[in-house]
């Protein structure tokens, strides 16, 4: 049965072509599945209406891809980690969270998967990754990872410490409360 392929089909055929399949094959797969039609005059004009739908869709998306581009083409993205000796990170930078840091700092959200980075970043410094947007429109980002500042784990312990100071003064409050119910006065040291 001679059918016309309007979807790919891998080891198969691509979107346009003609072939001859085995019929309980065309029926029973590819109509069904609208992958093929049966090769007519009619299958002919379905054919030129998927191929233009599908590159104009192809157009229009390399277009916004690189408008896309333009914006991260050359943009700094800063992330901090842990580091231990050496300049070496606890754990390592991945493609995720190369993603999550152009969403937090540009507000656009990039696929992980569209970040090539041949091994994750486990050491300080500078580097250019390359973000794959369409075919062969690939900007490059420049990412800056420094190490996590100690004014931060400061920041925790004088968080821990206010916490404690409170709860000293309401155990000295609840003390008072207690001494007056019962008219116990007890000296302090």
């Known amino acids: 049965m001679k059918v016309v392929f309007i979807e790919d089909v891998p080891n198969v055929a691509e979107v346009g072509q003609v072939r001859e399949v085995a019929d309980g094959y065309a029926r029973n797969f590819l109509i069904p599945r609208k992958l093929a039609v049966l090769a007519n005059s009619a299958a002919s004009n379905i054919l030129d209406s998927q191929l233009k739908k599908k590159v104009k869709i192809q157009a229009q998306t390399e277009a916004e891809m690189t408008e896309l581009a333009k914006l991260l083409e050359g943009s700094e993205i800063t992330l901090q980690a842990k580091v231990g000796a050496k300049e070496r990170l606890y754990g390592s930078i991945t493609s995720s969270d190369i993603a999550e840091g152009i969403s937090n700092s540009l507000g656009l959200e990039i696929d992980k ?77």
């Open 113 to 189: 998967r569209k970040i090539e980075l041949a091994e994750p970043i486990r050491e300080l410094g500078n580097y250019e990754v390359p973000v794959r947007l369409f075919k062969e429109i690939m900007p490059k980002i420049k990412l800056a990872v420094l190490a996590e500042e100690k004014a931060g784990e400061a920041k925790k312990e004088s968080k821990e410490k206010k916490a404690d100071k409170a709860e000293e003064k309401a155990a000295e409050e609840e003390e008072v409360i207690t001494e007056e119910t019962t008219g116990e006065v007890k000296e302090t040291e």
